[in-house]
């Protein structure tokens, strides 16, 4: 499970997959998730890393239970099969 810290007004963790593949396939899966929330967070790649801060832009760049709701999501994406 990843673990998720809050910092510079974001909640940041960082993944680490097998492969590209599999940190794809994560990505796919977080975007289909956090487009139902409306949410969309800042995320890099880098071949079997990624990188997510989420932060609710409506609400001045801080981080909302929206935030903490998404990243729990991403925990659940994360540990599924």
Known sequence: ?????????SLYSKFEFKDFSEAFAFMTRVALAAEKMDHHPLWTNVYNQVEIWLSTHDAGNIVTDKDRALAKKIDKIKTTP
């Not at 499970?1 to 007004?9: A, I, L, R």
């Open 1 to 9: 499970m990843s673990m998720w810290e809050e910092k510079n007004n």
